[in-house]
DNA sequence: CGAACACTTGACAGCCCTCAACGTGAGTGG
DNA sequence: CCACTCACGTTGAGGGCTGTCAAGTGTTCG
């Protein structure tokens, strides 16, 4: 692999925030805001550290977890980037969403007791596992949690929405750069210059386009100086102009 | 010049199932399942009865809520059709939902604190009202409760997600009738034969179509002796191949 | 009865998908 | 070190689905 260090440095920073340990939970998980809450039991909060499974590392390849597995635990992603996708009987790829790290993947098993889709690392991949009946038995005696968990699979129905809108190409694809690039920066990474972790494909099958209009949609986006993308790697130069056009996806 | 009462007798029938009373919960509500839940604490099944608000009549362009109001409640639909949606600032409407008796309004605004999007009765609507902050309380002491909200939420992340993959305009409507017919079967109504609730226009921005698509593939759909429409009114004559169309889209 | 609205129908165009070919880089084996 | 292979990505040509525009019909309501 050891290539691209000359247009860009490699940074394997922009795939593990910080990490956490026995008794703190990652700065940027999304269980994070658990920790800050108002009088919380000292105990209940080293009962929450205990749960926490720590597996890993996936290779880029490697399934997380398959359609139709039993569902046992949510996770949070710790390092890498998880890709959840279903294959249509026709055989065609769907991918529902990219996972960075912080956060939630499972969420959208819990009805059905199966997970109702796959999950691959696409790079190496470190996750936080919780047993959810145990989290769920916990969330009973932590209000805050409880809330937590409420407000994340909240979160996911609003952002399932977003994309679903009948968006122009340009559109989806500015919205899915300004996705990513605030979704990296709130975890302390940069917010217009970053790897790519998925392929051209994934990105189609994400945004409901032909690879081939991916393809030229960024091209037409360099050609018009709102970034510069090198293969996987993309710089972003007018992110005003992107986030413009991304603006009625995103609801601004 | 009432008419359409020879080819289809009107029931108001489908805008309302069983109804419930102080100590029991309609049968056809989502929460009802909480009540089949085994050794549960009696008193606490009384305290989520007392918790319940009967809200209305709202008539039909009556609002319910608005974006942006602040979010203290969910609600079950107890009677009529509610559309959920949102304006963007071009001014293009995009529903997000129509909810029949039964299901639950509110759970995408748990996050934020506020409503993200706009309700809408289309009929005569009655609701349940559940104070959201009181029933996250009642949830730390009823894990049927809890567990219950926990799969609400999560089935309508992956209900968000269905209709977002780019599907022809047959297979949408195929998908969407096929939808309504088995919601509706679910609460004891005819499966084959029931009356639209919303507009054209309204079915249009929920599958993301022109109104005229919708007019044309309905009309198509009648010819090829699907099914037979006349004006809100609708009776599907061969659901094997309505079902067929929407396969891929529901994933079966 | 008139007006507003919902719905339908037709003509046309545009966006994006499909199909096809080519270019490029990474890994492999000689 | 080089040729080969394969997956990924890019580029071009053409066509189909569906949106847009426009006009017409039917219904409801004042």
Same mark, same amino acid.
Not at 32 to 41: F, K, N, P, R, Y
Not at 91 to 118: K, M, T
């Given at each position: 692999m050891a290539v691209n260090q000359v247009a860009f440095p490699r940074t394997d920073a922009h795939t593990l925030a910080d990490d956490g340990d026995a008794l703190h939970f %990652? *700065?940027? %998980? &999304?269980? *994070?805001q658990v920790c800050l809450a108002?009088?919380? #039991?000292k105990a209940a909060l080293t009962d929450l550290h205990v749960l926490v499974e720590h597996v890993g590392p996936f290779h880029a390849g490697e399934h997380l977890f398959r359609e139709g597995d039993p569902f046992e635990a949510i996770a949070a992603v710790r390092a890498g980037t998880v890709k959840t996708y279903v294959i249509d009987r026709e055989g065609r790829e769907h991918v529902l969403g990219f996972h960075l790290p912080g956060e939630i993947i499972g969420l959208n098993a819990i009805d059905s007791e199966h997970y109702p889709c796959n999950a691959v690392a696409l790079d190496t991949v470190m996750l936080c596992r919780f047993s959810f009946p145990k989290i769920a038995v916990l969330a009973t005696r932590l209000p805050g949690l409880q809330r937590q968990l409420f407000r994340l699979l909240s979160r996911d129905i609003g952002r399932a929405a977003l994309? &679903?809108? #009948?968006? *122009?190409a340009d559109q989806r694809m500015a919205a899915f750069l300004v996705g990513l690039s605030r979704r990296l920066a709130a975890r302390g990474f940069s917010p217009s210059r970053f790897q790519l972790t998925m392929a051209r494909t994934d990105i189609a099958n994400y945004l409901r386009l032909a690879p081939e209009t991916v393809s030229r949609v960024l091209r037409r986006f360099q050609q018009d100086g709102l970034l510069r993308v090198d293969r996987r790697e993309v710089e972003l130069l007018d992110r005003e102009a992107i986030a413009a056009l991304a603006a009625p996806v995103l609801r601004e």
């Amino acid at each position: 692999m050891a290539v691209n260090q000359v247009a860009f440095p490699r940074t394997d920073a922009h795939t593990l925030a910080d990490d956490g340990d026995a008794l703190h939970f %990652c *700065s940027t %998980c &999304a269980f *994070s805001q658990v920790c800050l809450a108002e009088g919380m #039991d000292k105990a209940a909060l080293t009962d929450l550290h205990v749960l926490v499974e720590h597996v890993g590392p996936f290779h880029a390849g490697e399934h997380l977890f398959r359609e139709g597995d039993p569902f046992e635990a949510i996770a949070a992603v710790r390092a890498g980037t998880v890709k959840t996708y279903v294959i249509d009987r026709e055989g065609r790829e769907h991918v529902l969403g990219f996972h960075l790290p912080g956060e939630i993947i499972g969420l959208n098993a819990i009805d059905s007791e199966h997970y109702p889709c796959n999950a691959v690392a696409l790079d190496t991949v470190m996750l936080c596992r919780f047993s959810f009946p145990k989290i769920a038995v916990l969330a009973t005696r932590l209000p805050g949690l409880q809330r937590q968990l409420f407000r994340l699979l909240s979160r996911d129905i609003g952002r399932a929405a977003l994309l &679903a809108g #009948d968006w *122009s190409a340009d559109q989806r694809m500015a919205a899915f750069l300004v996705g990513l690039s605030r979704r990296l920066a709130a975890r302390g990474f940069s917010p217009s210059r970053f790897q790519l972790t998925m392929a051209r494909t994934d990105i189609a099958n994400y945004l409901r386009l032909a690879p081939e209009t991916v393809s030229r949609v960024l091209r037409r986006f360099q050609q018009d100086g709102l970034l510069r993308v090198d293969r996987r790697e993309v710089e972003l130069l007018d992110r005003e102009a992107i986030a413009a056009l991304a603006a009625p996806v995103l609801r601004e």
